[in-house]
């Protein structure tokens, strides 16, 4: 005997705007927590994931164990959301749940949020008005107030009352280590808001610590943060973990404490796809509190909801032949459309100029070669012309820059003092994109040697060193190695490698108490690397490393050697600025060994003011 369907439906006239409370309230792993919802798990890998990202899934509820299969989440950001999930196994035969958004012209959001529930059997037919219609009922409406007043003062859930278990002895660990990272040099207030949050964060917040989030959060420094957590991580407060990410959905698909431990392939259960690691998207370093202090609960609540792939603006899931309107509120930049479990791609662009309304579809033979330009608010057909179920899915091709790559945290100079071990297990290979690497050696260091000495060179070579580490970590580089008198170093950014150099020269070569100066030849490129292990530490190799190594064997000792790709980088172009008159650049090219048949376009940035300063020694 099929049972009658309940309905319910919750309405609530926010504050906020639905731009603001959609991060809350999509992301339905942190909802579900946040309403009391038990934890769900996944019966089996080899069977959890079906068509289209459909899966099967359970949990223990009351004592009573209900699995179901659910269908993929559909969303239209940030406007709607909506799941269905048919159950196997449990007091529930099938459940429909949608939440829309609506913008009110006074401001604010109208949001209605319906539950359709079918039972089962007579035990679903007593549990379902008493747990959705009562409990379910009142602590979405809890949440929700709070997540209104959440989203008005621009605050994250964090924010919210917890549920804290301290490890035995955690409290007064916690006070002792942030009691050490002070005596370090770690900033008292940045140091004291870590704690704050340790101290009363959820175990879903704080399972995965992103410190440029923090950082944004609390309105400081990014690096200051990073630099924290490290600093935190070696004094035994936090551990930190390398999550890999999958390319398309962009969630964690594994997860290593160490980078010795990384595999360089992994499989996405969710996207069906194999894919190669690389250090610049794939690979994001994120923190918890360590053991001793607190013991964090990792689970799950909900697995496919919007905010778990918060790149993704539409996700629909269409029948063949099947057309539907949706429209979104997008930002400016380009997106990508495609469907789960089929080649290709279509691609787009969104601006405040672009057409109003777009017809976008995938076809039996691929898809529509053109890009279309639609605007911020668009009007967007979607449809289905293949003979066969599709999930379409709209999403932004930026990444966020929240994100602690592998390949930034490891050209930190922080990074490499504290953990001088982490390294890649031998033989492995594993891309970085592209970093800016700086060759600097001391001209004429052989005739420093004979004219003053072994022990005076060697002090005044140690100190070139200590100068040039200290520079390098300031503009968030690290050394690499050196090589006799030669430095190799790494930056995220061209800028900080050509600013590095032009310090670096500057102090050498003018230093004060009658040191003997030193000429620092320098020379800089920028390009895809490779990371592996060498000598037990972390190294890079590649074309774009050679021609960096090339390039400092054309500098004088007063001038920095770059390549082509380093000048036109638009934020050199403001360190020049900054130096105005004291940095002459020309043009020059050249051959480089190994590179016979190549001609390069280089430049040549002569620090004028070292030249005249150098004329006037000699006329005196």
Same mark, same amino acid.
């Given at each position: 005997?099929?049972?009658?369907?309940?309905?319910?439906?919750?309405?609530?006239?926010?504050?906020?705007?639905?731009?603001?409370?959609?991060?809350?309230?999509?992301?339905?792993?942190?909802?579900?927590?946040?309403?009391?919802?038990?934890?769900?798990?996944?019966?089996?890998?080899?069977?959890?994931?079906?068509?289209?990202?459909?899966?099967?899934?359970?949990?223990?509820?009351?004592?009573?164990?209900?699995?179901?299969?659910?269908?993929?989440?559909?969303?239209?950001?940030?406007?709607?959301?909506?799941?269905?999930?048919?159950?196997?196994?449990?007091?529930?035969?099938?459940?429909?749940?949608?939440?829309?958004?609506?913008?009110?012209?006074?401001?604010?959001?109208?949001?209605?949020?319906?539950?359709?529930?079918?039972?089962?059997?007579?035990?679903?037919?007593?549990?379902?008005?008493?747990?959705?219609?009562?409990?379910?009922?009142?602590?979405?409406?809890?949440?929700?107030?709070?997540?209104?007043?959440?989203?008005?003062?621009?605050?994250?859930?964090?924010?919210?009352?917890?549920?804290?278990?301290?490890?035995?002895?955690?409290?007064?660990?916690?006070?002792?280590?942030?009691?050490?990272?002070?005596?370090?040099?770690?900033?008292?207030?940045?140091?004291?808001?870590?704690?704050?949050?340790?101290?009363?964060?959820?175990?879903?917040?704080?399972?995965?610590?992103?410190?440029?989030?923090?950082?944004?959060?609390?309105?400081?420094?990014?690096?200051?943060?990073?630099?924290?957590?490290?600093?935190?991580?070696?004094?035994?407060?936090?551990?930190?973990?390398?999550?890999?990410?999958?390319?398309?959905?962009?969630?964690?698909?594994?997860?290593?404490?160490?980078?010795?431990?990384?595999?360089?392939?992994?499989?996405?259960?969710?996207?069906?796809?194999?894919?190669?690691?690389?250090?610049?998207?794939?690979?994001?370093?994120?923190?918890?509190?360590?053991?001793?202090?607190?013991?964090?609960?990792?689970?799950?609540?909900?697995?496919?909801?919007?905010?778990?792939?918060?790149?993704?603006?539409?996700?629909?899931?269409?029948?063949?032949?099947?057309?539907?309107?949706?429209?979104?509120?997008?930002?400016?930049?380009?997106?990508?459309?495609?469907?789960?479990?089929?080649?290709?791609?279509?691609?787009?662009?969104?601006?405040?100029?672009?057409?109003?309304?777009?017809?976008?579809?995938?076809?039996?033979?691929?898809?529509?070669?053109?890009?279309?330009?639609?605007?911020?608010?668009?009007?967007?057909? @979607?449809?289905?012309?293949?003979? =066969?179920?599709?999930? $379409?899915?709209?999403?932004?091709? /930026?990444?966020?820059?929240? +994100? !602690? *790559?592998?390949?930034?945290?490891?050209?930190?100079?922080?990074?490499?003092?504290?953990?001088?071990?982490?390294?890649?297990?031998?033989?492995?290979?594993?891309?970085?994109?592209?970093?800016?690497?700086?060759?600097?050696?001391?001209?004429?260091?052989?005739?420093?040697?004979?004219?003053?000495?072994?022990?005076?060179?060697?002090?005044?070579?140690?100190?070139?060193?200590?100068?040039?580490?200290?520079?390098?970590?300031?503009?968030?580089?690290?050394?690499?190695?050196?090589?006799?008198?030669?430095?190799?170093?790494?930056?995220?950014?061209?800028?900080?490698?050509?600013?590095?150099?032009?310090?670096?020269?500057?102090?050498?070569? @003018?230093?004060?108490?009658?040191? =003997?100066?030193?000429? $620092?030849?320098?020379?800089?490129? /920028?390009?895809?690397?490779? +990371? !592996? *292990?060498?000598?037990?530490?972390?190294?890079?190799?590649?074309?774009?490393?050679?021609?960096?190594?090339?390039?400092?064997?054309?500098?004088?000792?007063?001038?920095?050697?770059?390549?082509?790709?380093?000048?036109?980088?638009?934020?050199?172009?403001?360190?020049?600025?900054?130096?105005?008159?004291?940095?002459?650049?020309?043009?020059?090219?050249?051959?480089?060994?190994?590179?016979?048949?190549?001609?390069?376009?280089?430049?040549?940035?002569?620090?004028?003011?070292?030249?005249?300063?150098?004329?006037?020694?000699?006329?005196?």
């Amino acid at each position: 005997m099929r049972l009658r369907e309940f309905h319910y439906c919750w309405e609530w006239y926010l504050q906020s705007s639905p731009q603001a409370l959609w991060p809350l309230l999509a992301d339905t792993n942190r909802f579900n927590y946040d309403t009391g919802l038990p934890s769900v798990e996944q019966p089996g890998a080899d069977a959890a994931v079906l068509s289209n990202a459909r899966r099967r899934l359970r949990l223990l509820q009351l004592g009573i164990a209900v699995e179901w299969i659910e269908e993929p989440f559909e969303w239209m950001q940030p406007y709607r959301f909506g799941v269905v999930r048919r159950y196997q196994r449990g007091p529930v035969a099938e459940m429909r749940a949608q939440a829309e958004l609506t913008p009110q012209a006074e401001g604010g959001t109208h949001l209605r949020y319906q539950v359709w529930v079918r039972p089962q059997n007579i035990l679903g037919l007593i549990a379902i008005p008493l747990q959705v219609g009562v409990l379910s009922r009142r602590s979405f409406n809890v949440t929700i107030q709070q997540y209104d007043q959440l989203a008005l003062a621009g605050k994250l859930p964090l924010e919210l009352p917890a549920r804290v278990h301290f490890a035995p002895g955690g409290r007064q660990r916690l006070v002792q280590f942030c009691e050490t990272l002070v005596a370090q040099g770690a900033d008292h207030d940045l140091v004291t808001r870590l704690a704050t949050l340790i101290e009363r964060g959820d175990d879903n917040t704080l399972a995965r610590l992103r410190p440029y989030a923090l950082a944004d959060y609390w309105g400081v420094s990014r690096s200051a943060v990073l630099e924290l957590c490290l600093l935190a991580t070696r004094a035994g407060l936090l551990d930190f973990r390398w999550d890999l990410l999958c390319p398309l959905c962009r969630g964690s698909q594994a997860h290593s404490s160490t980078l010795s431990d990384i595999e360089a392939h992994v499989h996405c259960d969710h996207c069906n796809i194999d894919f190669e690691v690389n250090f610049d998207r794939s690979v994001e370093l994120t923190f918890r509190p360590n053991p001793s202090i607190r013991s964090i609960s990792e689970q799950e609540f909900c697995i496919g909801g919007p905010g778990i792939t918060p790149h993704i603006v539409i996700q629909q899931l269409l029948q063949p032949g099947e057309r539907r309107t949706v429209m979104p509120m997008l930002e400016e930049g380009r997106y990508r459309l495609r469907a789960l479990n089929w080649r290709g791609h279509q691609l787009l662009s969104v601006s405040a100029a672009g057409q109003p309304e777009a017809s976008l579809g995938i076809f039996g033979i691929g898809w529509p070669a053109d890009e279309p330009d639609v605007a911020l608010s668009p009007q967007l057909t @979607l449809e289905n012309k293949t003979d =066969r179920e599709q999930l $379409l899915i709209l999403e932004r091709m /930026s990444w966020s820059d929240q +994100a !602690v *790559t592998a390949t930034e945290v490891t050209t930190r100079q922080a990074f490499r003092d504290l953990f001088a071990n982490e390294a890649l297990r031998p033989g492995e290979r594993i891309s970085v994109g592209n970093l800016t690497i700086l060759f600097t050696d001391l001209r004429e260091s052989t005739r420093l040697y004979r004219d003053i000495g072994d022990a005076s060179a060697f002090g005044l070579v140690m100190n070139h060193f200590d100068v040039l580490r200290e520079i390098i970590a300031a503009e968030e580089g690290a050394i690499v190695k050196t090589i006799g008198d030669a430095v190799m170093a790494v930056f995220h950014r061209p800028a900080s490698a050509l600013r590095t150099a032009l310090k670096a020269q500057q102090i050498l070569s @003018l230093p004060e108490n009658g040191i =003997r100066p030193l000429y $620092l030849k320098a020379g800089i490129h /920028s390009g895809p690397c490779i +990371a !592996v *292990t060498l000598n037990d530490r972390l190294d890079y190799f590649g074309s774009a490393v050679n021609i960096a190594a090339r390039l400092v064997g054309m500098s004088t000792g007063d001038d920095v050697i770059i390549s082509a790709r380093v000048y036109h980088d638009p934020e050199v172009a403001e360190v020049l600025a900054e130096w105005g008159e004291q940095v002459h650049a020309a043009a020059v090219a050249a051959t480089l060994k190994g590179f016979d048949t190549e001609r390069f376009e280089l430049w040549r940035m002569t620090r004028v003011a070292l030249a005249t300063s150098e004329g006037q020694r000699h006329q005196r």
